[in-house]
């Protein structure tokens, strides 16, 4: 997020040079962007005292449970083995093992990966059938679970 501050600066300046020619006087456009940059300024003061004050706590990909998750992928995933999880580019990146995202049939589960991670606390509607239906199916072998994450081994 904070790489792209740079791109947000050059545009508000275009922007600002480009409103300037449409307004009657120069003097105005200077006064409408510091005050559009100073309310989002107070904006985001307001909202970072606010989440600080009541300890907002931010259920990352950071968290220990999180990071308990994907170091069990390393160590216990063969770099060939793929699995199926609902944020794929994420599994990938904190564990370097390959994984895909399905939410389709229970066979194309089987024929697609070799593993399926889901969300414990993620209330969406793909999550809670997965795991409806994993925990009653015999070709699931739950191999990990914590607070967060269940992964099952898919029997072949």
Not at 31 to 38: D, K, Q
Not at 69 to 98: C, D, H, W
Not at 104 to 124: A, P, R
Not at 126 to 149: A, D, G, H, P
Request: charged letters at 20%.
């Amino acid at each position: 997020m904070y790489s792209l501050i740079p791109f947000f600066c050059y545009f508000l300046f275009v922007g600002s040079k480009i409103t300037s020619k449409y307004l009657v006087k120069k003097d105005l456009s200077f006064y409408f962007f510091g005050m559009l940059i100073a309310f989002n300024f107070y904006f985001l003061l307001t909202k970072s005292i606010e989440n600080y004050s009541s300890n907002r706590i931010i259920n990352g990909p950071d968290t220990n449970e999180n990071r308990e998750a994907f170091s069990f992928i390393q160590k216990n995933v063969k770099r060939n083995e793929i699995v199926i999880f609902a944020l794929p580019r994420l599994l990938n990146f904190y564990t370097g093992r390959m994984s895909v995202f399905r939410n389709d049939s229970i066979e194309d589960l089987i024929n697609t990966g070799d593993y399926v991670m889901i969300f414990k606390n993620w209330n969406h509607h793909f999550q809670i059938v997965r795991y409806q239906r994993l925990n009653t199916n015999s070709k699931f072998n739950k191999i990990y679970e914590n607070s967060t994450f269940i992964l099952y081994k898919i029997l072949k």
